[in-house]
């Protein structure tokens, strides 16, 4: 058989010299030569190939689809995201059609499964099984692309009810403020919150006490349903024990002063978590500073509780007596004058002045029967290690040598008494009783038998 030269783009017959078909026109390559008509066949349309590609590629991304998105590795996709650093917004839907969840939703959700693996792995196993858990459910609700379902997990909406002690406060919710208004309920002030998507949130209540402002913030769990939770205001109330002058300092903050008596009640004062509270008093030219002490657990409510009954505190200066430990030394010094045998309270001991005057003060008394420090005026701090006092001492005496006998009582008012602190020994001494005039500051005369 001859062989023939035909147009690929027609297939009709051409001659061996033709370089364009004189049929179709088109331009004959030299690479066709050879090929007969019998061998040849017409090339198919390139959207046929087109067409096969593509359908192709969407069968494989059905069936890739259909593996991706089975129910059990949608799951598992969530779990990972939940316990993981994914977003699990994609994930949530609410029993709610109302209730839109937000990204800020979803985060706080996701926060109320922080470091919880175990129970993200309970929830799986449930939902494998076809069960619901703790009032989540997995469901199918809508589809990917139009063709495969799409699996999340369904929640009831939380509600919450925030609850506080005074009227006028303000609430917040992760920092933005919620504008309801307050409302008078059984247990205090409070308002309703929601619809919200379960989860984690950071709620705060800002108001007033003593003129200051306060803040309490609580972060909770909210569960679907409904909640509650208090944001007390917490307030401290106590008294403060010390001289007379001293300033009262919270947090290194002036409170104020202690009256004549040596006392300040503090009422209604913000609680916070660190407390710290001091006196400072003058030390001849220089300030010095008590002891701090942790006044952050004395919430008590000063309405419930009476005044006389608050719970008292007393802060020590570093070798600044207090008024019961100077009444004390003073009793022990007099004790030791009268007695004349011991002088251990006294500096110098024997050899103290002032101790030698009193052992001669109470040999030069007659007929006396008791006596005692009625009273300590003040006490002035000269430096760290020394104080002045100032206190009355009381005297009883007894006459039997009259026909009825008498009780005479008088009261003296001792001046400039020192106390020195011995810092090697922890100790306080007298250096001085101080000095009284000769003029009682008042008398008294009794019988024997009538009460003071």
Same mark, same amino acid.
């Given at each position: ?5 035909f ?22 390559? /030299? ?9 040849s ?43 993981g650093?994914?977003?699990v917004?994609?994930?949530?839907v ?20 922080a ?57 917040? /919710?992760?920092?933005?403020a ?41 972060t ?22 010390? /001289? ?14 202690l ?22 008093t ?20 000063? /309405? ?50 002032s101790?030698?005057?009193l ?21 002035s ?20 040598d ?20 011995d ?13 009284t ?16």
């Amino acid at each position: 058989m001859s062989t023939s030269k035909f147009c690929p783009n027609c297939g009709q017959a051409v001659k061996q010299t033709d370089k364009f078909c004189q049929h179709c026109g088109a331009k004959l390559e /030299q690479a066709q030569q050879g090929y007969s008509r019998t061998a040849s066949k017409k090339p198919l349309d390139k959207k046929w190939l087109i067409l096969g590609a593509v359908v192709l590629v969407l069968l494989g991304a059905y069936l890739g689809g259909r593996s991706y998105y089975q129910p059990n590795k949608q799951l598992e996709r969530f779990t990972t995201a939940l316990v993981g650093k994914g977003d699990v917004k994609s994930y949530l839907v609410s029993s709610d059609q109302n209730l839109k969840i937000t990204a800020k939703d979803a985060a706080a959700f996701k926060k109320s499964f922080a470091n919880s693996q175990d129970q993200v792995a309970t929830m799986k196993q449930h939902f494998l099984m076809g069960s619901s858990y703790a009032g989540y459910s997995w469901v199918k609700s809508g589809s990917h692309w139009l063709i495969f379902p799409a699996y999340k997990l369904q929640v009831n909406p939380a509600y919450v009810t925030l609850t506080t002690n005074k009227r006028g406060v303000k609430f917040y /919710q992760d920092g933005k403020a919620i504008t309801k208004k307050q409302a008078t309920m059984a247990n205090g002030y409070g308002v309703k919150v929601g619809p919200l998507f379960p989860g984690q949130y950071t709620f705060t209540a800002k108001g007033k006490a003593s003129g200051k402002p306060i803040v309490v913030k609580q972060t909770k769990v909210l569960a679907a349903g409904n909640n509650d939770l208090a944001l007390e205001l917490a307030t401290v109330n106590f008294k403060v024990e010390g /001289q007379a002058g001293q300033a009262v300092y919270i947090n290194n903050e002036k409170v104020g002063t202690l009256d004549k008596e040596g006392e300040k009640v503090i009422k209604n004062y913000p609680a916070s978590a660190k407390m710290k509270l001091y006196l400072t008093t003058k030390a001849g030219n220089k300030e010095i500073k008590s002891e701090v002490v942790d006044v952050s657990g004395y919430t008590y409510n000063y /309405q419930d509780v009476d005044e006389d009954d608050l719970p008292e505190v007393a802060p020590k200066f570093k070798g600044l007596i207090s008024k019961d430990e100077a009444e004390d030394l003073l009793e022990s010094a007099f004790n030791e004058g009268e007695d004349g045998s011991s002088a251990a309270s006294f500096v110098g001991e024997e050899n103290n002045d002032s101790y030698n005057e009193l052992v001669a003060f109470f040999k030069s008394l007659h007929n006396l029967s008791s006596y005692e420090v009625e009273d300590i005026k003040s006490i002035s701090p000269e430096s760290t290690t020394k104080v002045k006092v100032s206190y009355a001492m009381k005297y009883t005496f007894i006459n039997y040598d009259s026909d009825s006998e008498r009780k005479k009582i008088q009261q003296f008012t001792y001046h400039d008494a020192e106390i020195v602190y011995d810092q090697k020994d922890n100790t306080y001494k007298l250096q001085s009783v101080g000095k009284t005039g000769t003029k009682a500051d008042w008398e008294r005369t009794y019988s024997a038998d009538e009460d003071d």
